[in-house]
């Protein structure tokens, strides 16, 4: 019985654990990420571009053994543009929207010291849901650690509360 229970409250601090640093982890990727774009954007630079080729690929993903998996198409603009009375053709633009069709003009932002690092203006919402989500991982990681915490409370007080000279009665009687 002891076993059992030891075994179970090891495995409540690994889940417990688990959750924790995975939060942690979402949670720094999700501000570096938004610590990233707002450094890109505070010296960025825009203009308009032309998008003179669209090019896509796509990715699967496998989830779990029943076979399930899903697609997703994931769609790159070539675009040309003048910074700085200089011309520059054929910039990688990711991620951009499947309506987007050759020919058609964007509005581009562009490092002034590299105009080749351009991008479309980055959807700050999206690292929200993010930020949160983590926040909620990390959260749940740790209410199931302050379980443990309690649990174990809970038995040093009622190991304490039987003296080794307390007679406990034996089930078979």
């Known amino acids: 019985m002891k076993k059992t229970k030891k075994s179970s409250?090891?495995?409540?601090?690994m889940i417990g654990l688990f959750f924790t640093i995975v939060g942690i982890i979402a949670l720094i990727i999700a501000i570096s990420t938004q610590q990233e774009e707002s450094t890109f954007m505070s010296k960025a630079e825009s203009c308009t571009a032309q998008v003179t080729n669209i090019?896509?690929?796509?990715?699967?993903?496998?989830?779990?053994?029943?076979?399930?998996?899903?697609?997703?198409?994931?769609?790159?603009?070539?675009?040309?543009f003048t910074a700085n009375g200089v011309k520059y053709?054929?910039?990688?633009?990711?991620?951009?929207?499947?309506?987007?069709?050759?020919?058609d003009q964007l509005t581009i932002y562009y490092d002034p010291s590299?105009?080749?690092?351009?991008?479309?203006?980055p959807n700050s919402a999206l690292n929200i849901p993010r930020i949160i989500g983590s926040v909620i991982i990390i959260v749940f990681g740790m209410f199931i650690l302050l379980l443990f915490v309690i649990a174990k409370k809970n038995n040093s007080k009622a190991q304490q509360q039987i003296s080794p000279n307390d007679v406990?009665?034996?089930?078979?009687?």
Do not use: F, M, Q, W
């Not at 590299?114 to 203006?121: E, G, H, V």
């Not at 406990?168 to 009687?173: E, H, K, L, Q, V």
């Open 9 to 13: 409250i090891t495995i409540l601090i």
């Open 55 to 80: 090019d896509s690929y796509t990715t699967s993903k496998s989830h779990g053994t029943k076979g399930i998996s899903s697609t997703v198409t994931h769609y790159v603009a070539y675009v040309s």
């Open 89 to 103: 053709n054929n910039v990688k633009i990711s991620d951009v929207s499947s309506s987007i069709e050759t020919g």
């Open 114 to 121: 590299n105009p080749t690092k351009a991008r479309l203006k």
């Open 168 to 173: 406990i009665p034996d089930a078979n009687s």
